[in-house]
């Protein structure tokens, strides 16, 4: 597809000069999927609802249950501006990246 | 391939019911690209020196020109503990991200 990942930090590469390697288009997978969800209210926040199916959407295996996405919900604070920010939504599933452990490969599989 | 992705908090899929998301798929490519490059010294962390190659290698459009990175290493600490575990490393990133902004496609391409 088109998109493609700018630092604003720095100048943007050229489009054409991009061949981002996987790891940084996973990082761009998970921006676009933060993007996708927030629509409601801004597009650089997720309210709880979007937040809610965000998650069970998307993270079916990594956050089963919803695990203790609703107390993180409500410790964003009752009030309306209860929204979630992108820095908030990485370290999210920060926590619960780092609960993931991984299985080897199977031998001869 | 074979690895698949397990939360502990949680009681493993059977790997034959892991479909999983885009999104998980991308945390995944992350988790396995910190392990692949956390070799000396204890799969759990990265030295200041697998850490750079993990940049400079994985992130060269995110982080171009390591920006900022050898003070984010100096910030670990002199001594020789100066390790990196995933929930740093995942912040680190994460910073990157947040000052990524995705381009919309170009129109008609």
Not at 57 to 82: F, R, T, V, Y
Request: aromatic share 6%; proline share 6%.
């Amino acid at each position: 597809d088109g998109w493609g990942l700018c630092n604003m930090g720095d100048v943007c590469c050229p489009q054409e000069a991009q061949e981002l390697s996987d790891v940084e288009r996973a990082i761009e997978t998970l921006i676009k999927n933060f993007h996708q969800y927030s629509v409601e209210g801004g597009k650089e926040t997720l309210t709880p609802s979007e937040l809610r199916h965000l998650v069970t959407q998307q993270l079916p295996h990594l956050m089963p249950n919803n695990c203790g996405l609703e107390e993180k919900i409500a410790n964003l604070g009752s009030c309306n501006d209860s929204k979630l920010e992108f820095g908030t939504f990485w370290e999210l599933i920060g926590e619960a990246a780092k609960s993931v452990k991984l299985e080897s490969p199977v031998p001869g599989s």
